[in-house]
């Protein structure tokens, strides 16, 4: 399954148009801009980030993040892979379990 059937192109396109710049990436802003609301969206958005299927979100994959939306958005920086992974692992495992939600806070 694709972002695109889960989201519209005109939502995924504002939220990267949110993060274009280097360090400019919010996770609140983004997710309120790509229209994420459901936590059926939020399951669904999850499996598509976990790429290797591991039930986690790891930080390489989070700094690919972006590229899930659309191939030509750019991969996060350091700094806010590490802001993003902080904000949801709650464990300190340096892996995002199922809390995607609770980032999304829906």
């Given at each position: 399954?694709?972002?695109?059937?889960?989201?519209?192109?005109?939502?995924?396109?504002?939220?990267?148009?949110?993060?274009?710049?280097?360090?400019?990436?919010?996770?609140?802003?983004f997710f309120v801009k790509v229209g994420l609301k459901s936590k059926d969206q939020a399951d669904k958005v999850f499996g598509i980030l976990d790429q290797d299927r591991s039930g986690f979100t790891k930080e390489e994959e989070l700094k690919l993040f972006l590229k899930n939306f659309s191939a030509s958005a750019r991969a996060l920086t350091d700094a806010e892979t590490e802001a993003f992974l902080a904000a949801g692992d709650s464990d300190e495992t340096v892996k995002l379990e199922w809390m995607f939600q609770a980032l999304v806070k829906l």
């Open positions: 399954m694709a972002l695109p059937s889960i989201l519209t192109e005109a939502e995924i396109a504002a939220g990267l148009q949110s993060c274009q710049a280097a360090d400019s990436f919010d996770r609140k802003t």
